[in-house]
Every structure is written in structure tokens, then in C-alpha cells.
């Protein structure tokens, strides 16, 4: 699936949603916290393979959490 935007409700924790979309890049609208203010949980906004296509579709959420559920690629810069 590509890109895709849910919208449905269905809030996940991050390794639930590591889960759900193996390999892909991840768009979350953060529902939780830790004390140290690390997302827990969330929505899925939107999945993709290509990190710049997703972040393109999901550009107007607020409170967005974007991590590739994997093994890091080698070429992305930190």
C-alpha cells in the first residue's frame, strides 16, 4: 500500500505498528507519551516505502511521528 492515509481510529502502539508494516516508513499522529515525552502510541496516518512520498501526503497532520519500521537503510542520514 502506498502512501495510504487511514481514517480510521484504530490507535496502536509503536512496536504494534512496527508490526503491521514491516519495512516501511511510518506516519503516526501521536496519541501517548512516556515521562520523557517519547511516543508510545498512536494512529497510523499513512505508510509507504519512500519516506519523501509519505511525508508529502501526510504534510498537514499536527503531532506526527515518522520512523521506519525496520532495520535503519543504510543511507538515511541521522
Same mark, same amino acid.
Given at each position: 500500500? #502506498?502512501?495510504?492515509? #487511514?481514517?480510521?481510529?484504530?490507535?496502536?502502539?509503536?512496536?504494534?505498528?512496527?508490526?503491521?508494516?514491516?519495512?516501511?516508513?511510518?506516519?503516526?499522529?501521536?496519541?501517548?507519551?512516556? #515521562?520523557?515525552?517519547?511516543?508510545?502510541?498512536?494512529?497510523?496516518?499513512?505508510?509507504?516505502?519512500?519516506?519523501?512520498?509519505?511525508?508529502?501526503?501526510?504534510?498537514?497532520?499536527?503531532?506526527?511521528? &515518522?520512523?521506519?519500521?525496520?532495520? #535503519?537503510?543504510?543511507?538515511?542520514? &541521522?
Amino acid at each position: 500500500m #502506498s502512501s495510504e492515509v #487511514s481514517s480510521e481510529e484504530d490507535v496502536l502502539t509503536i512496536a504494534e505498528a512496527i508490526q503491521e508494516y514491516p519495512e516501511e516508513w511510518l506516519a503516526m499522529r501521536v496519541t501517548r507519551r512516556d #515521562s520523557n515525552g517519547q511516543p508510545t502510541e498512536g494512529v497510523v496516518v499513512g505508510h509507504d516505502r519512500d519516506k519523501r512520498l509519505l511525508r508529502t501526503n501526510t504534510i498537514r497532520e499536527r503531532e506526527l511521528c &515518522i520512523f521506519f519500521a525496520g532495520q #535503519s537503510p543504510v543511507w538515511v542520514m &541521522i
